[in-house]
């Protein structure tokens, strides 16, 4: 079993940055971390994503070129830095973990409880 637990969440203006975490716990058995957001009436979508081996990461065209996905091995901890936030990036972000390198969320097998993200105009 794996607990993930997100932090970093809050209210931003637009442009401006915020650092998301995802520490991971348990038996970590995943290969990949990923990070996804759902707004309000959406379905939940891919953000981001990383391996835990070779740090190889992928993202979704919207966030591409404003945010970065990276993780500590050691303190078992991926972050989503996101710069140059926009309204639209308004939504609760959670991270999960999987052992399928993919976009789909739903082979993702464990899932943090989300934070919330919500840029103001």
């Known amino acids: 079993q794996v607990q993930l637990v997100e932090s970093g969440g809050g209210l931003v203006q637009a442009g401006g940055s915020l650092r998301l975490s995802c520490a991971a716990s348990?038996?970590?058995?995943?290969?990949?971390m990923g990070w996804f957001r759902q707004a309000p009436g959406k379905e939940r979508e891919f953000v981001a994503r990383?391996?835990?081996?070779?740090?190889?990461?992928y993202y979704a065209d919207s966030v591409k070129g404003r945010f970065t996905i990276s993780r500590d091995n050691a303190k078992n901890t991926v972050y989503l830095q996101m710069n140059s936030l926009k309204p639209e990036d308004t939504a609760t972000y959670y991270c999960?973990?999987?052992?399928?390198?993919?976009?789909?969320?739903?082979?993702?097998?464990?899932w943090g409880q989300g934070t919330q993200v919500t840029v103001s105009s």
């Open positions: 990383i391996t835990w081996s070779d740090s190889s990461t």
């Open positions: 348990g038996r970590t058995v995943s290969s990949v």
């Open positions: 999960a973990a999987g052992s399928t390198i993919t976009t789909s969320r739903q082979l993702y097998i464990y």
